[in-house]
């Protein structure tokens, strides 16, 4: 996750120093424990839902759930929150106290992770691979 928002423009710490902004962030595990939906834990709305297919009827109802947690404004105690420390650089992609979600992508060789800032789908390459 570090080397996907150091791409966008951050530098993420666990620590704090003087320049640094705490963000808080919501996310949604994989089987295997890693991140796979990563949003702000101030977002109103499920936007990380624009990543998902909903072609199923599992899947609407999986959706639909999502969407009623947020609506309850449960989401902070359903969902893993983690807080760290980011540190701005020079070349931003996107605003990291405002609304944006990520989408880590498939493990593999071709790894890109998506992110949404509510106005552009930023596609971020995770390895060499999906560099070129």
């Given at each position: 996750m570090e080397n996907i928002f150091t791409k966008t423009g951050?530098?993420?710490?666990?620590?704090?120093?003087?320049?640094?902004?705490?963000?808080?962030?919501?996310?949604?595990?994989?089987?295997?424990?890693?991140?796979?939906?990563?949003?702000?834990?101030?977002?109103?709305?499920?936007?990380?839902?624009?990543?998902?297919?909903?072609?199923?009827?599992?899947?609407?109802i999986f959706a639909n759930l999502i969407k009623l947690v947020f609506l309850l404004r449960l989401q902070k105690f359903?969902?893993?929150n983690e807080a760290f420390y980011i540190e701005k650089t020079e070349d931003i992609l996107f605003d990291f106290t405002k609304t944006w979600a990520l989408f880590t992508g498939t493990k593999g060789p071709n790894n890109?992770?998506?992110?949404?800032?509510?106005?552009?789908?930023?596609?971020i390459a995770n390895t060499?691979?999906?560099?070129?």
């Open positions: 951050y530098i993420i710490s666990n620590k704090t120093k003087a320049n640094h902004i705490k963000v808080s962030s919501l996310q949604i595990n994989n089987p295997d424990g890693s991140p796979r939906w990563i949003w702000n834990a101030s977002n109103k709305k499920p936007i990380f839902l624009k990543f998902y297919n909903i072609g199923s009827v599992r899947a609407a359903v969902f893993k890109k992770a998506i992110l949404f800032d509510t106005e552009n789908f930023i596609k060499i691979n999906a560099e070129k």
